[in-house]
């Protein structure tokens, strides 16, 4: 789209909404938010960038292939459901370190890693779902 | 390592030989093969250490749970039956893959053959090692993707690739009927394991649904036995390479219906039924192989449909139930075993050696080949009944059991005769013919065969002569166990090769007159045989492909009709079902929604979300071209989401306005990559229908929910979860601990749904008309149009 309001405010929303949603995809065991939307709104942020700048510079930024990006978070999930054989647990139980950083307590768990995993699965497959319908006449 | 984990480790052998194999032959070449044969002879060996105790009427069982909440077990038993199969699988199997390694020598694929060869042998050493129901269903239905696979070995050829699919389908359907047949048997009994079922015969055959259980499984072995009107698959299976026609046409897969047969003997057995019907569909089966073998002149086709009339003769013997009748099935068995395999295996010597296997183009090999004539020649005297092999004693004990005298044995005892008497015209046509007489022009210059090539065969031949010998022995290692198994109560096999006169022999005498006569005048009775054959001029094979066809071409017909590729079609026939699955029921069971009481005190920005979703919902309707309705939409979703928000749901608050967005940026896209028209060019007549249609779903959905919310509401699990979120999982918003941890499988299926849908709209979207290859649809009038 040929709107210089539009390409010169982008790169600034971009960022800010690529930023918010791994927020809100941290955030998410406690407060709104999680996987899911996070996703989603990493999704709108792509999509407004390739609206404003055109496809290939989203392919580019996002170096790997969108369903590369789907696969691995479904991959990461699945691990993080599996590493609970590892500990005789049921599968999919959730697994809790609390390593201290800088000073800081941080709770770390499979859980996340499996919300991490549903985050690049929704990034990856709508990404690749709007992206395919964006290019035209291409290849 | 105690016996049990040994008998485990054994029978997983050739699975894991087959894995090493394609690795050890890029190492080795076609000599691999005497390192993979190996493996046959651990198996052998090892079963061989239980024939003391088996020989002594023990019967060994073990095994491990594998589904215990179903009462399936992993578990075998090893009796006098499937001792002997053990040992004719294993054995046989070695001097197989001995014969496969000279056979193949230097195919660019042999490694891959030896791999599926030894896949075949321990799924075959699985049926026969089964004491559980399921077990052996899963290593038949094993044994019928592995024959699949060997069939069609040479897969460039479409006479192969047919004659695989053809036995697969044939097989795969009679594995059905196993299944449905064990499950039914298992439900009758009320055991999982042949072990247990032995006592409980009576209460299988009193019960109602013998009949039901019977020929189910007779589906299963009639179809796997290659028994009439099933047996087509199997000639056609002659399209494998002759090392597989050997092993599985002959000696192993197709007993494994005789081996079911035999192995539910104690428990169908003895009934009018089973006496009626197996000997029926036996000597059809017998006479029918045997008259079509004589029309044909290729060597392994010929023994292809002695191999069915075996089967036939087999099954005949197995429903007998007279004295001697199972006896002579188990003497039979183990000599069909040993001199079809032999002369299979000699089939292929020359046709490797010569080019050809045309009969009537072969004749005089003797000089260029004496020791392939030896074997040759030693296997048929055995197929013929002749003295001393092992042959004869099974043909001795075949009339001992049907000259009992009555009407019926005396039908029976014709038809053998005439079965015999051609199979032994046909033994000394592959194994005489050739050899005798001027030597004709072959494509390759005859000569001896290599070692590789003649172990097996001599092997073979050399047993059947001891057998035959050494019938005592025989006899008291493996006849007796055997028959005692099938019949379920102890039984002694006396047959000797002493001359005993009585009207067996004269039998036999008149079986081998007729079957000399018959070698003599072979070129008359084939032009018979074929011009009968052409009079009728249709068979089962035909019959096959029309019946695949005709499934071809409904398919393509019901596809044409629903799958019609136009959207709308779908959409219609999707809201359709939506709204009548909402409306009929609730009127049918008067589950009508009571009507709702609005309440007084809505506070006015409420209202006014509302009056905005009601907007936004007018003007799609209104809308003059498609992106303001798209958008439109996008207006009442918000209101939606501002709702969520409003009454406390700020997790699906948050999801709605994404999805919303994303909804209406994903429509937008679609609509301009399908280049549509910018306003909906619906006529009124086609809008009318779709917009009751509509209506009607948002009518059924509304009053699903408000049924829905004027129930009474369990709070039991929002007590659960709010109580233990923070508690078990350390998370204190409950939506989303929810969704990733208590229910977190749930989660995971969803994403590789998402992924999925993922790659689906990938995959469309590339694909774009006209430039896109034309996809196969399998249309059988598009493929004869193409031709």
Known sequence: MNSLILRAATPFIVAVMVLFSVFVL?????????????????VAALSIYGIAFGVETVRRAIVFHPLAIAGAGLLLSTLS?????????????????????????????SVMSFDVGVYLVVVGAVTSIALSLEERGEE | MNVVDLTFLVLCLPFLGAVVAPWLTRLLGHNAAWLLALVPVAVFAHFAGCSDAVSRGEVITGGYAWVPSLDVGFSWLIDGLSLTFLLLISGIGALIVLYAGGYL???PHQGRFFSFLLLFMGSMLGVVASDSLLMLFVFWELTSITSFLLIGFDHTREAARRAAFQALVVTGAGGLFLLAGLLLLWSVSGVSAFSALGPLGSVVRESPLYLAVLILVLGGAFTKSAQFPFHFWLPNAMEAPTPVSAYLHSATMVKAGVYLLMRLNPVLGGTIEWQVILPVFGAATLVIGALLAMRQTDLKLMLAYTTMSSLGLLVLLTGLGLPHAIEAAV???????????ALFMVAGIIDHETGTRDVTRLGGLRGAMPLTFAIALAAALSMGGILPFIGFLAKEEIYEALTAGTVWTTILVALVIIGNALMFAIAFAVALKPFIGKKTETPLHAHEAPLLLWLGPAVLALTGLAAGVFAGALHALVSAPMASAIAGEA??????LAIHIGLPLALSVLTIVLGIAVYLRMAQVRAAVASVLAAIGWGPDRGFDQAIRGLVRLSVAVTRRLQNGRLDTYMTATFVLLAVVLLVPPFLFGELASAPVFPDDVPLHELAIMAIAVVGLVTVVLAKDRLTAIVSLGIQGFSVAVIFLLYGAPDLSFTQFMIETLAVVILALVM??????????????????????????????????????????????????????????????????????FRGTDTLGEIAVVMIAGLAVLSLVRLRAGSARRIADNDPAAEEASR
Request: charged share 10%.
């Open chain 2, 672 to 741: 301009t990559r399908l280049r549509l028209s910018v306003s909906d060019g619906r006529p009124f007549r086609q809008t009318l229908p779709d917009a009751a249609i509509g209506m009607a779903c948002g009518l059924g959905l509304t009053l699903f929910l408000l049924k829905v919310t004027q129930g009474p509401f369990d709070t039991a699990l929002t007590d659960f979860f709010n109580q233990y979120s923070k508690t078990i999982a350390h998370g204190a918003n409950v939506v989303n601990v929810i969704i990733v941890d």
């Open chain 2, 331 to 341: 003497l039979y068995l183990v000599a069909h075993s040993l001199f079809k395999g």
């Open chain 2, 491 to 496: 039984r002694a096999v006396t047959m000797s």
């Open chain 2, 105 to 107: 020598k230097g195919h």
């Open chain 1, 26 to 42: 941290l955030r998410g065991h406690n407060e709104p938010g999680g996987g899911f939307i996070g996703g989603l709104i990493a």
């Open chain 1, 81 to 109: 459901g599996l590493l609970s054989m590892f500990f005789h647990v049921p599968f999919m139980s959730g697994l809790w370190v609390y390593p201290v950083i800088l000073g800081q307590e941080v709770p770390l768990s």
